[in-house]
């Protein structure tokens, strides 16, 4: 599967769960400490439009980073992740709620890939003060939406991310990892566990050995 097929199936089931929440539903606690379901749309959303504006940001060389490599700079300190929720929920408490967002994000996924189909997977782009290929960039995007597609659905009776791209995931954490990840963890749970989002037990930090001291790989 290339990336931008990769990317336009990961978002199209996100952004089809996403229509189908109840505005009930966006006050339900997601997998994002201190997100509700609402927030975390609205960061979708701005995901989303990021992802707009990098594949219209044509960059010169060479890239500065890779599908992989572009984490390692995502490690958010506590203080950081309090007052971006912070500024979300009180962003997402003047929208017009989930429909309004729902169909808001519908478009940017639809544009993303439109403007996915007009690049080179070898074209340079600029995103977040990086430099990248527009294949690494589509591959940022859709782990990304995986990983929040499993926080959506924490606590909601919907479907997952498909397996592909918790498989892209698996792939980006092994990248950071150095090495494979318990094989006894299914992709769901290298995303949660490789994330932060689901603590290790005993008998992981046993399988990973000094590596568990490199956990989360990413927040």
Same mark, same amino acid.
């Given at each position: 599967?290339?990336?931008?097929?990769?990317?336009?199936?990961?978002?199209?089931?996100?952004?089809?769960?996403?229509?189908?929440?109840?505005?009930?539903?966006?006050?339900?606690?997601?997998?994002? %400490?201190?997100? $509700? @379901?609402?927030?975390?749309?609205? =960061? *979708?959303?701005?995901? !989303? /439009?990021?992802?707009?504006?990098?594949? +219209?940001?044509?960059?010169?060389?060479?890239?500065?980073?890779?599908?992989?490599?572009?984490?390692?700079?995502?490690?958010?300190?506590?203080?950081?992740?309090?007052?971006?929720?912070?500024?979300?929920?009180?962003?997402?408490?003047?929208?017009?709620?989930?429909?309004?967002?729902?169909?808001?994000?519908?478009?940017?996924?639809?544009?993303?890939?439109?403007?996915?189909?007009?690049?080179?997977?070898?074209?340079?782009?600029?995103?977040?003060?990086?430099?990248?290929?527009?294949?690494?960039?589509? %591959?940022?995007? $859709? @782990?990304?939406?995986?990983?929040? =597609? *499993?926080?959506?659905? !924490? /606590?909601?009776?919907?479907?997952?991310? +498909?397996?592909?791209?918790?498989?892209?995931?698996?792939?980006?954490?092994?990248?950071?990892?150095?090495?494979?990840?318990?094989?006894?963890?299914?992709?769901?749970?290298?995303?949660?566990?490789?994330?932060?989002?689901?603590?290790?037990?005993?008998?992981?930090?046993?399988?990973?050995?000094?590596?568990?001291?490199?956990?989360?790989?990413?927040?």
């Amino acid at each position: 599967m290339t990336s931008p097929e990769l990317l336009g199936s990961t978002s199209a089931a996100l952004s089809a769960v996403v229509s189908g929440l109840t505005p009930e539903e966006g006050w339900a606690p997601s997998g994002c %400490s201190g997100w $509700a @379901v609402l927030d975390l749309t609205l =960061h *979708l959303v701005d995901d !989303a /439009r990021r992802g707009l504006v990098a594949l +219209a940001t044509p960059a010169g060389g060479p890239a500065t980073s890779d599908a992989v490599a572009y984490w390692r700079s995502w490690q958010p300190s506590a203080e950081q992740d309090a007052d971006v929720a912070w500024r979300t929920r009180v962003r997402a408490s003047v929208t017009g709620g989930l429909p309004e967002l729902a169909a808001v994000y519908a478009e940017l996924v639809a544009a993303v890939g439109v403007s996915a189909g007009r690049v080179r997977p070898d074209d340079l782009v600029r995103t977040q003060g990086h430099v990248l290929r527009v294949d690494d960039l589509l %591959s940022t995007l $859709a @782990v990304e939406a995986a990983v929040h =597609h *499993l926080d959506l659905v !924490a /606590r909601l009776d919907r479907p997952g991310p +498909a397996p592909e791209a918790l498989a892209e995931v698996r792939r980006v954490l092994e990248g950071l990892c150095g090495g494979p990840l318990p094989t006894g963890w299914d992709d769901a749970t290298a995303a949660r566990r490789g994330t932060g989002r689901e603590p290790l037990t005993d008998a992981d930090r046993a399988a990973l050995g000094e590596t568990a001291a490199r956990f989360p790989l990413f927040g």
